[in-house]
């Protein structure tokens, strides 16, 4: 089975700037999240995506924007870029139900590394 | 609210060693646990999981944790540290019914030959 796969690994942009990062879903698996990890520090929980809506966001600001595709491929957009922002972009992907299945492992992509400059 | 805190952000040990990553978790409800580990410019491997049952899990590479409900740990284990093993080390707590993992700072595996 093909796993989940992100693109591009790595980029780098200009404060100011916008970017779209990209996330392929490992197959059968319907939903979708993405999670920020800054150098040195775990991983935080940015949003996930179910049937193409958000059903769950963390602590970022609206600039952090995503969107899910009927093929449960998902995109991460920034904009106004900040040097903060720089980081590993991480998506997840995990076959979840309407109703949860919590209990369902994440099942994480490399990551595209972003650089703020 | 959910949290981790991983104990020692770097544990270093002798090739042959015994391993222990201690992790410890507040959660206002029963809590779903779980061990990853990412290798230098890799993702997170999903290394094993506590959900319900059994509180020894045994995972993948010859990895174990328990869960403790009265010390609220969930520590992992490996009876002989291997070369292979070095390596970040991540605990996360979700609980049930929340879309997020609440992942603790990481600990740094450092295995000396």
């Known amino acids: 089975e093909t796993g989940v796969t992100q693109s591009p690994t790595h980029l780098i942009k200009t404060r100011g700037q916008q970017v779209t990062l990209r996330c392929s879903s490992q197959s059968g698996h319907n939903t979708v999240s993405w999670y920020q990890q800054a150098l040195g520090q775990g991983p935080q929980f940015i949003f996930q995506?179910?049937?193409?809506?958000?059903?769950g966001r963390g602590n970022f600001p609206p600039r952090f924007s995503g969107l899910q595709f009927p093929n449960y491929s998902s995109e991460l957009n920034v904009n106004a870029l900040e040097l903060d922002d720089s980081a590993l972009y991480l998506c997840?992907?995990?076959?979840?139900?309407?109703?949860?299945?919590?209990?369902?492992?994440?099942?994480f992509g490399n990551g595209t590394r972003l650089t703020v400059t | 609210a959910q949290s981790v805190t991983q104990l020692g952000s770097h544990v270093s040990v002798s090739e042959g060693a015994l391993v222990l990553l201690r992790c410890n978790y507040s959660?206002?409800?029963?809590?779903?646990l779980f061990w990853y580990v990412q290798y230098p410019n890799q993702g997170l491997q999903l290394l094993l999981k506590?959900?319900?049952?059994?509180?020894l899990v045994k995972g993948i590479n010859g990895f174990e944790a328990e869960f403790k409900k009265s010390e609220t740990s969930f520590h992992l284990t490996k009876p002989s540290a291997h070369m292979s093993d070095a390596a970040e080390y991540f605990c996360?707590?979700?609980?049930?019914?929340?879309?997020?993992?609440?992942f603790g700072q990481g600990t740094r595996l450092t295995i000396n030959p």
């Open positions: 997840a992907s995990s076959p979840q139900t309407a109703g949860g299945g919590v209990n369902s492992p994440l099942h």
């Open positions: 506590y959900t319900t049952g059994a509180t």
């Open positions: 996360a707590v979700r609980e049930a019914g929340a879309q997020k993992l609440v």
């Open positions: 995506y179910y049937r193409e809506e958000e059903n």
């Open positions: 959660s206002s409800v029963p809590p779903y």
